[in-house]
């Protein structure tokens, strides 16, 4: 385990590198700081910064419509795009975003992908174990530009790009926290939207707005010359599909299959292939079959495909599920290898139609995973980075949102909406 000191020192040195691209697979995360506060505050009182002034401005980036020196200092009003009600379509509206604590970031979004999260949140189709706190401004992928640091603030400058994925903030006390596993916090991490928000008394909102105010810990450093739009995706999508990868190890010449070709699944096609994996796409889709391949797979398969399915028992050392809901998933167990792993990441229903002896013959397991810790999400960026692996999107206005959602529930999407609120702003 990686020393506190060490932790500091190599956060320092990241304020002076920050665009150093990290290539390397599996490097720990190096910045615990605000997720850690108690820690923190000695860390950063042991070097005389405790008491520089709140806010510090380096102008170092692009110029900000706003005066430096009250940018942030208090509460804002900002636009977003939210539900007030579960039946209603998603509409523009005011938001207030915090005054920026010494440890924060402001953003200004640039970029916000649509995660089919949002729409089953917006929709409150999770009613059972995460019921929607309305107004709900959903988003939880998204880049954009710093606009105003706390003067804690160690890993990013005034004009630098930062991502946020689904958490802003966790206790980073408890062991899955001290263990980089912050989504898995046991106090339950802050997630992007829809968490009680502690700083506000309200809940928090999402990355449909043109600013958000986020703990530098849960800000992703963005590597320079990337395409910052086809990225977004990658702070949810590709963290969700890059970490049961790492878990179950997925390597070279292994079989994966990719249930579900959207969002998540073409983002898990293009990361097997990366770890030259030989990969299959089970779809409900004819018309994505020809994408599958293009993508890098082997073959798709349409689950209709009784043959094909036959043809494939017992052949897969890992599937990834991505299915929006709950369906029958026997027949994907069936071509699960002896001591293979189904990983769903999608549906969160109950599992349907499995035969517990056929997971006993065959010592199958069926699996959940969620997101990913801080460290691994900043380790998928730069590994995607580094090999120029990114979202197929549609770049989209805010005024597009209830349109998009319709096409990703009728599976039409190719392959991840992305709002584009730059140029909202661009126009004023
Ligand atoms: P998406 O873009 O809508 O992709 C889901 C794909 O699944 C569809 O394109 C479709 O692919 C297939 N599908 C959809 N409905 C289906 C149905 N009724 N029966 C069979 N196949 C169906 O969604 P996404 O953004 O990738 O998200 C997928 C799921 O993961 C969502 O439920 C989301 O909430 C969840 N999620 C979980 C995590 C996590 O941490 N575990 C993170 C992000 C998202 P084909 O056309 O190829 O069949
Ligand atoms: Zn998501």
Sequence with gaps: MITSRRKLVLALDHRITQTRMN???????????????????????????????????????????????????????????????????????????????????????????????????????????????YPCVPGHEFIGRVQAVGSAVTKFRVGDIGGVGCMVNSCGTCENCLADREQNCLKEATFTYNSPD?????????????????????????????????????????????SPMQHWKLARGQRVGVIGLGGLGHMAVKLAVARKADVTVFTTSPGKVADAQ???????????????????????????????????MQQFVNVLKL????????????????????????????????????????????????????????LIRPEEINRAYERVVSKDVRYRFVIDMASTKAAG
């Design 339 to 394: 001591d293979a792993t189904l990983v769903n990441v999608g549906a969160m229903e109950q599992f349907q139609g499995v035969n517990g002896i056929d997971l006993v013959l065959g010592r199958k397991s069926l699996a959940g995973s969620m997101i990913g810790g801080i460290a691994e999400t900043q380790e998928v960026i730069d590994y995607c980075a580094a090999r120029n692996i990114k979202a197929e999107i549609e």
């Design 23 to 133: 290539d390397q697979f599996n490097e720990p995360n190096v910045d615990h700081g605000p997720a850690m506060p108690d820690r923190r505050k000695f860390l950063v009182a042991g070097l005389g910064l405790a008491a520089a002034p709140l806010l510090t401005h380096v102008a170092t980036g692009a110029p900000s419509a706003e005066t430096g020196a009250t940018v942030g200092k208090n509460p804002v009003s900002v636009r977003a795009y939210g539900a007030t009600s579960a039946a209603t379509p998603l509409g523009a509206m005011q938001i207030e975003r915090r005054a920026i604590g010494a440890n924060d970031v402001l953003l200004d979004v640039l970029y916000c992908g649509i995660c089919h999260s949002d729409i089953h949140q917006a929709r409150d189709e999770w009613a059972t174990w995460n019921p929607t706190r």
């Design 198 to 242: 502690p700083a506000t008394g309200g809940h928090t909102f999402g990355g449909y707005s043109d600013k958000i105010v986020v703990p530098e810990h849960f800000v992703i450093r963005i590597p320079p010359g990337v395409d910052l739009a086809a990225t977004a995706p990658l702070l949810c999508a590709g963290i969700t599909t890059f």
């Design 294 to 328: 293009r993508l890098g797979a082997r073959e798709a398969v349409l689950w209709s495909d009784a043959a094909a399915m036959k043809r494939l028992a017992n052949q897969f050392d890992l599937l990834i599920s991505t299915v929006p809901q709950a369906y029958p």
